[in-house]
């Protein structure tokens, strides 16, 4: 145990500018004492400690002092950095908070905060705005059954409002567009599935063990990834040139043809659920569905019965 703090504590201080010893005792939850021992052991084993006095005090390691790189660059060890942190945003995990420290212990404290640094330049964040902390929950609940090969019961809620009870075999957990999914095999449906955590409740890791099947997470097509709901439309949309911003960002360049007149064209793939409707509804007039002609006529029975709901409502 106290060899793997040391190393630790090492890796802190070789990533960091310079931390205080109550910091430490805190974090490796040892009295001061320990600490001021540790400190001793390290700068016996050739790594220079420096003690600061005062408010502001504490240890660092000597300024040009490093580890060997071996075969990585700066430029490379920079860029591990900055993925590991987007990664570490949305995964709160201690295995990471120790690869960031072993990582960022190649690099000088100059190096690290240099206005010329790629870790300087980018930050990688995959959070969504609305933090949700019940995602994380079940974030942790889902990886210890994946890797335990736990099943897990959940009352879930697809595309159409329905609900169901769930038991699955846990294989991935897959981070798309800032929303969080499960991959895994449903016995209710007895195929492989995505469910989306948001539409998970009630989630509970069975005691009760599974053999993983055979899976390779590079195979997945995202594209043609089975869902609770398979139909696709190809839709041909012309947007006003009032919401050219919003189309831009939310469609893909490819996908877009700016027309003569300003307007845009959008052809795109949508799966055929609810979200689809709402989505196109938040535009208003500003959008037109050229094809095909069943999503048209649904968008506008939907208006329709909006209409009749505020003309009820307001009587």
Same mark, same amino acid.
């Given at each position: 145990?106290? *060899?793997?703090?040391? &190393?630790?504590?090492?890796?802190?201080?070789?990533?960091?500018?310079?931390?205080?010893?109550?910091?430490?005792?805190?974090?490796?939850?040892?009295?001061?004492?320990?600490?001021?021992?540790?400190?001793?052991?390290?700068?016996?084993?050739?790594?220079?400690?420096?003690?600061?006095?005062?408010?502001?005090?504490?240890?660092?390691?000597?300024?040009?002092? +490093?580890?060997?790189?071996?075969?990585?660059?700066?430029?490379?060890?920079?860029?591990?950095?900055?993925? #590991?942190?987007?990664?570490?945003?949305?995964?709160?995990?201690?295995?990471? /908070?120790?690869?960031?420290?072993?990582?960022?212990? *190649? &690099?000088?404290?100059?190096?690290?905060?240099?206005?010329?640094?790629?870790?300087?330049?980018?930050?990688?964040?995959?959070? $969504?705005?609305?933090?949700?902390?019940?995602?994380?929950?079940?974030?942790?609940?889902?990886?210890? $059954?994946?890797?335990?090969?736990?099943?897990?019961?959940?009352?879930?809620?697809?595309?159409?409002?329905?609900?169901?009870?769930?038991? !699955?075999?846990?294989?991935?957990?897959?981070?798309?567009?800032?929303?969080?999914?499960?991959?895994?095999? !449903?016995?209710?449906?007895?195929?492989? +599935?995505?469910?989306?955590?948001?539409?998970?409740?009630?989630?509970?890791?069975?005691?009760?063990?599974?053999?993983?099947?055979?899976?390779?997470?590079?195979?997945?097509?995202?594209?043609?990834?089975? /869902?609770?709901?398979?139909?696709?439309?190809?839709?041909?949309?012309?947007?006003?040139?009032?919401?050219?911003?919003?189309?831009? %960002?939310?469609?893909?360049?490819?996908?877009?043809?700016?027309?003569?007149?300003?307007? #845009? =064209?959008?052809?795109?793939?949508?799966?055929?659920?609810?979200? *689809?409707? =709402?989505? #196109?509804?938040?535009?208003?007039?500003?959008?037109?569905? *050229? $094809?095909?002609?069943?999503?048209?006529?649904? &968008? +506008?029975?939907?208006?329709?019965?909006?209409?009749?709901?505020? %003309?009820?409502?307001?009587?």
């Amino acid at each position: 145990m106290k *060899l793997v703090r040391l &190393l630790a504590i090492t890796m802190i201080l070789l990533n960091r500018k310079r931390i205080g010893a109550q910091e430490l005792a805190d974090r490796f939850e040892v009295s001061l004492r320990t600490i001021y021992r540790d400190m001793e052991a390290i700068n016996a084993a050739g790594i220079p400690i420096v003690s600061y006095a005062g408010v502001d005090g504490g240890y660092e390691v000597m300024e040009q002092f +490093r580890l060997d790189r071996q075969y990585l660059s700066p430029e490379e060890i920079q860029s591990i950095l900055v993925a #590991l942190k987007g990664i570490h945003q949305s995964w709160e995990d201690e295995s990471i /908070t120790s690869i960031l420290d072993k990582v960022g212990a *190649l &690099l000088t404290n100059s190096e690290q905060n240099s206005p010329h640094s790629f870790t300087q330049h980018v930050l990688i964040d995959h959070q $969504a705005w609305s933090n949700r902390a019940e995602i994380k929950e079940r974030l942790s609940d889902l990886r210890r $059954a994946i890797q335990d090969s736990f099943l897990v019961t959940f009352s879930y809620t697809n595309t159409t409002g329905q609900e169901h009870t769930r038991t !699955c075999e846990p294989m991935q957990l897959i981070l798309k567009e800032q929303i969080w999914y499960m991959y895994g095999y !449903c016995h209710l449906r007895e195929n492989l +599935r995505l469910f989306r955590l948001s539409r998970i409740r009630d989630l509970r890791v069975e005691q009760k063990t599974f053999a993983r099947r055979p899976f390779t997470l590079e195979k997945l097509d995202f594209s043609i990834f089975p /869902t609770e709901n398979e139909q696709f439309f190809s839709l041909e949309l012309r947007f006003h040139p009032q919401v050219k911003v919003r189309v831009m %960002d939310q469609y893909q360049e490819e996908h877009i043809e700016i027309q003569p007149d300003g307007y #845009l =064209h959008v052809r795109v793939n949508h799966p055929n659920e609810p979200s *689809l409707y =709402h989505h #196109l509804l938040s535009f208003g007039t500003n959008v037109t569905v *050229l $094809a095909p002609r069943e999503v048209a006529l649904q &968008l +506008r029975s939907t208006a329709q019965e909006i209409v009749h709901h505020y %003309d009820h409502k307001l009587k």
